[in-house]
């Protein structure tokens, strides 16, 4: 089963406007959070992440906000540029997993921002 | 630099061989991991391992073997056994910190030709 699901296989935006990618859980015991991005035959780089103490989370353009009780999160990006064009992961991991390396991952969502 | 070094980029096996991805890490991480991903799914966990001499399967790990004889390497094998093995192979690593993010290199592809 699917415990980390990006139900949006795409998005598309334009220059300067939100991209809002969205994530859901089902695991309860997930308590923290991270959106990683990736370029075609690269691996993932780390974007920015939240425990789950906290309801949102900022980095500069980046934004990451959790509901805990509908089990969602999503990232904002604003505004939207050329270069975030990518595909964005969302993972989550336990502590109760021993160790916070061991992601889950979603399926991602193909970010295409269009000048 | 520090950094999770993959190789090869690209490798080809032919069916029935056994082929080893390389991952080399230099940033003092105790945890490693290999994830495999392909097209329109996430990244699944084959195996990871928390300390050398020791590592624990994920969630795909048959038709794969590992070792961690270093705290630097962590070699992933693709046996023959392995029945859909062509895919992009991402290895990671992490502190013991908690709530830290992994560190990802940059794949391997493997095509069996």
């Known amino acids: 089963d699917q415990q980390v699901k990006q139900n949006s296989p795409s998005l598309s935006v334009q220059e300067g406007r939100i991209s809002i990618l969205n994530c859901d859980y089902t695991?309860?015991?997930?308590?923290?959070f991270l959106w990683y991005k990736k370029y075609p035959a690269e691996g993932p780089t780390f974007l920015i992440s939240i425990s789950s103490i906290k309801d949102k989370n900022e980095d500069g353009r980046f934004t990451v906000f959790l509901n805990k009780s509908a089990k969602h999160l999503s990232l904002h990006i604003v505004p939207s540029q050329p270069g975030d064009s990518a595909v964005y992961f969302c993972a989550a991991s336990a502590l109760w997993s021993g160790n916070t390396g061991k992601l889950i991952f979603g399926q991602g969502t193909t970010l295409q921002v269009k000048p | 630099d520090g950094g999770i070094t993959q190789s090869p980029k690209y490798l080809f096996r032919k069916e029935g061989q056994n082929v080893t991805l390389s991952c080399e890490q230099n940033l003092n991480h105790d945890a490693m991991y290999w994830y495999r991903q392909d097209p329109g799914q996430g990244l699944r966990l084959i195996y990871y391992s928390q300390i050398v001499n020791d590592f624990q399967k994920g969630d795909i790990a048959e038709g794969y073997s590992v070792s961690r004889e270093k705290k630097e390497s962590f070699p992933l094998t693709v046996t023959s056994a392995q029945k859909n093995p062509t895919a992009f192979y991402l290895c990671?690593?992490?502190?013991?910190?908690?709530?830290?993010?992994?560190?990802f290199g940059q794949g391997t592809r493997l095509t069996v030709v």
């Open positions: 990671a690593s992490s502190s013991d910190r908690v709530n830290t993010e992994a560190f």
């Open positions: 695991n309860s015991m997930f308590d923290y």
